[in-house]
């Protein structure tokens, strides 16, 4: 029997409430598919930081380094706001990317037939959405130094550093290309390249390694161009490949076409080591011990990490087609409310699921 160890980090706000769902939800699928799953919970994020004082303690980093894969739930909370920088959750979790060296983010956006009346755009821009952002994770402004203010000047100053090196830029293409190869074999570059020196390395360096595939069709659109074309015709796209920050803004924009952000997973990948699926949404504190948010992000996040992380093809399958189940036969939790469907909590509409695997 195939055993796995995979780390779960509850998180704070909603986190520990859809992780238990997921925890139910692996083990059934365990059951059914015949491996074994070591599930190992550790302390992440502002639960951390009251404990230990700091959002991603080394003990918890060393655990998901030794991991097989890490399924991360949510971190933060408004309470944190006025913490050092580096002491707030969001902070952990560019210190979990990086010690993970996981320069890769995926997202896929694909429109469930079940909850098309979700999206806020019409029936007939949405209907066929069905794409993949490819986000560089650990480089680009985020990361780049110089940073920080300045203070010696009349008025107050900040600066941030966008910097990149080809190296960076040719390893996510290598893994939008491989993405594009499973799909469509279609890339669109997004960059800013007729303003930024950073992005014409970008778009030239991801011009060099796609053209070593004969197989791909690539293209290369302008950030503000991309941002209009993702709410006007967003099934021209299959895999959207970008830096950092326009990935951070245009999947998020890309999440919404969907509807509800309760429904979006994500993985964070590098070459070889484990990767980090985690649901896109935050801690939702406004609803945080209610037990009425809605798991399957999470769970999404879940059947990624069994398909990309484990090569459980066949547990992640049922998974997904478990969750589509549950939709058709008209249940929902209250962020999917559509006026006529029954809405249920958050761990029912986990049993359900539970029931269909
Ligand atoms: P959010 O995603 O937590 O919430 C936005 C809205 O969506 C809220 O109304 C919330 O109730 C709703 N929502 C989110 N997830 C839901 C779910 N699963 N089911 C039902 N409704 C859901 O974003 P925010 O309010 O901007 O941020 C809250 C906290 O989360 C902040 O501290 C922020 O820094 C943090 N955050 C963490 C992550 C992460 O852990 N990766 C990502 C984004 C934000």
């Not at 010690?99 to 007939?124: C, G, H, M, Y």
């Not at 014409?200 to 503000?224: A, E």
């Not at 939709?327 to 509409?349: M, N, P, Q």
Request: glycine share 6%; with cysteine.
């Amino acid at each position: 029997m195939k055993k796995y160890k995979i780390v779960l980090l509850p998180g704070d706000g909603i986190g520990p409430e859809i992780s238990e769902v997921s925890k139910k939800v692996l083990i059934k699928l365990s059951k059914k598919h015949n491996f074994d799953i070591e599930i190992i919970e550790k302390s992440f994020g502002g639960i951390a930081y009251e404990k230990y004082g700091t959002p991603a303690p080394d003990e918890t980093l060393e655990q998901c380094k030794k991991s097989d894969a890490v399924l991360l739930a949510c971190v933060g909370d408004i309470k944190y706001d006025s913490l050092a920088r580096e002491l707030r959750p969001e902070s952990g979790l560019l210190k979990l990317r990086s010690a993970l060296n996981l320069f890769a983010n995926i997202r896929p956006v694909k429109i469930r037939k079940s909850l098309i009346d979700a999206s806020t755009l019409k029936k007939e821009i949405v209907e066929n959405v069905d794409l993949i952002v490819v986000r560089e994770l650990i480089g680009g402004i985020y990361f780049g130094e110089p940073r920080g203010h300045i203070t010696n000047t009349k008025i107050p100053k900040a600066f941030n550093t966008m910097v990149y090196d080809s190296s960076e830029i040719e390893r996510i293409t290598e893994i939008a290309i491989k993405i594009a190869n499973q799909r469509n074999k279609k890339i669109c570059s997004v960059d800013k390249s007729n303003v930024l020196e950073v992005s014409q390395l970008w778009r030239d360096t991801v011009l060099n390694i796609t053209s070593k595939d004969k197989n791909i069709s690539i293209s290369n659109m302008y950030v503000d161009n991309a941002a209009m074309q993702l709410v006007r015709d967003p099934s021209q796209f299959d895999v959207i490949l970008t830096s950092n920050l326009f990935g951070d803004i245009l999947s998020d924009l890309a999440a919404m076409l969907t509807g509800s952000i309760g429904m979006l997973p994500s993985a964070s990948l590098n070459n070889n080591g484990p990767g980090v699926f985690e649901p896109v949404h935050g801690s939702a504190p406004d609803i945080a011990g209610k037990n009425i948010a809605n798991p399957i992000a999470m769970l999404l996040s879940a059947s990624m990490m069994l398909k990309i992380g484990l090569n459980e093809e066949e547990a992640a399958e049922n998974l997904e087609t478990a969750v589509d189940k549950v939709l058709s036969k008209g249940f929902r939790t209250a962020d999917l409310y559509d006026g006529y469907s029954e809405v249920l909590s958050c761990s029912e509409i986990g049993d359900k699921i539970i029931d269909e695997i």
